[in-house]
């Protein structure tokens, strides 16, 4: 998983917005926490930055066991 680029973040929040309208904002302005935006192949996840850190620390295929990635 790694870091959306900033022509990927706006298309992101571009769609987030046609989706969901104003309340993209409360995507980013959460009180529980810090969530980010990851991509992993053609999929993007927003996941618990806590979460992301812990998942450094495994390989990918433990990541995807505890369901932070999926397969194909």
């Keep these: ?11 992101v ?9 104003d309340n993209v904002r409360l995507l980013v302005d959460r009180p529980d926490g810090s969530y980010c935006f990851r991509t992993h ?12 850190k812990k998942a450094t620390n495994f390989g990918i295929a433990a990541v995807e066991l505890a369901g932070v990635a999926t397969t194909d």
């Design 1 to 11: 998983m790694r870091p959306l680029t900033d022509e990927e973040t706006k298309t």
């Design 41 to 52: 192949r053609d999929r993007v996840y927003y996941v618990s930055e806590a979460i992301m």
């Design 13 to 21: 929040f571009e769609k987030l917005d046609k989706y969901i309208g």
